[in-house]
């Protein structure tokens, strides 16, 4: 069983920047896909961002492109999601997510066989 514990969330203002962090552990190989999930209180869980299990490549959703970077260090089996220039409506729980790899990015979320418990982003103003 794979284990996926998120840090770095908290409170900021708008335009303000955070990188959260997700350590895997128990039966985790480098080659999993990873992605990063988030869900506002009312919403659906929604896409992010996904990184391949190299790293070569990346997808992020509309609404964060340009301001989002996912990234992965494989030998620390971390990835991280460095967000800038943060929004009110960036305001949800962020979720990281791992699947064996399928060979590319993966967008859809009931791909993903693990998740983390989440870690909470709040953007004042």
């Known amino acids: 069983q794979v284990q996926l514990v998120e840090s770095g969330g908290g409170l900021v203002q708008t335009g303000g920047s955070l990188r959260l962090s997700c350590v895997a552990s128990?039966?985790?190989?480098?080659?999993?896909?990873m992605g990063w999930f988030r869900q506002a209180p009312g919403k659906e869980r929604e896409f992010v961002a996904a990184?391949?299990?190299?790293?070569?490549?990346?997808y992020y959703s509309d609404s964060v492109n340009g301001r989002f970077t996912i990234s992965r260090i494989n030998y620390k089996n971390t990835v991280y999601l460095q967000m800038n220039s943060l929004k009110p409506e960036d305001t949800a729980v962020y979720y990281c997510?791992?699947?064996?790899?399928?060979?590319?990015?993966?967008?859809?979320?009931?791909?993903?066989?693990?998740w983390g418990q989440g870690t909470q982003v709040t953007v004042s103003s």
């Open positions: 990184i391949s299990w190299s790293g070569e490549s990346t």
């Open positions: 997510a791992a699947v064996g790899t399928r060979g590319g990015v993966v967008r859809t979320l009931t791909e993903y066989d693990y």
């Open positions: 128990g039966r985790f190989f480098t080659n999993y896909d």
